[in-house]
């Protein structure tokens, strides 16, 4: 099993270019979820979903798409990329709600630079 | 959503002392509550967790505590050893237990 893996790893954008972070988790997994995390804020909910077509937003959803037309994937589209969304993504799975009973299972992270 | 609130940031000790991170909780509701680590350019990964109905779990050198009245839960680390040395999180319920949220982390440094 790879886990859940996240592409690309590194990206450097401009503002106002758009782009889109891939998720794929191997596990079966109902829940997927994306978290952004920065320096001094931990990590912050983005986007969540509880199965194909259903997702729902987290705490700072503004500036971010998903969709979830796959059990296994969960791609995170930036329409208009700004300075403010620099930060380390996270995409998490777990078997169960991840505020109920579920372990999540982080990918390795996608660093992006927006200049 | 559920506000985490964790402390302390920083956290140094020497090898072989306690490390404690307390972490306290707004939603009275809230039944799960997982600690995570992450080492330095790594994923987060689940350390342990606990449910509302115990008040303590252990898993070797790591404890967790939960007081549902306070709405506190705490981490301990006994014994501690240099690869103990990473940032660690708390998190609990939120969006009805449809998603976690995290506490701000602390960094954790145990010196030799």
């Known amino acids: 099993n790879a886990g859940v893996t996240q592409t690309p790893k590194f990206q450097v954008l401009k503002t106002g270019q758009s782009m889109t972070l891939q998720c794929a988790q191997d596990?079966?997994?109902?829940?997927m979820s994306w978290y952004r995390q920065d320096p001094g804020m931990g990590l912050r909910l983005i986007h969540y979903?509880?199965?194909?077509?259903?997702?729902d937003q987290g705490e700072v959803p503004n500036g971010y798409n998903v969709s979830r037309s796959t059990t296994e994937d969960f791609p995170l589209r930036l329409l208009s990329a700004a300075p403010s969304q620099t930060s380390v993504y996270f995409c998490?799975?777990?078997?169960?709600?991840?505020?109920?009973?579920?372990?999540?299972?982080f990918g390795e992270g996608s660093r992006l630079t927006v200049l | 959503g559920e506000n985490v609130e964790q402390h302390p940031s920083t956290l140094s000790v020497q090898e072989g002392d306690s490390a404690v991170i307390k972490c306290t909780y707004s939603?009275?509701?809230?039944?799960?509550f997982p600690w995570y680590k992450q080492e330095l350019g790594k994923r987060p990964q689940l350390i342990i967790d606990?449910?509302?109905?115990?008040g303590e779990k252990k898993d070797q050198r790591i404890a967790v505590t939960l007081n549902k009245t306070a709405k506190h839960f705490s981490l301990h680390i006994t014994e501690t050893q240099p690869e103990d040395s990473a940032v660690y999180f708390c998190?609990?319920?939120?969006?009805?237990?449809?998603?976690?949220?995290f506490g701000k982390g602390t960094s954790l440094l145990v010196t030799p």
């Open positions: 998490a799975s777990s078997s169960g709600l991840a505020g109920v009973s579920g372990e999540l299972f």
């Open positions: 998190a609990a319920p939120a969006n009805s237990g449809y998603a976690l949220n």
């Open positions: 939603d009275s509701a809230s039944n799960y």
């Open positions: 979903s509880v199965g194909a077509g259903i997702t």
């Open positions: 596990m079966n997994h109902e829940y």
């Open positions: 606990i449910r509302s109905n115990v």
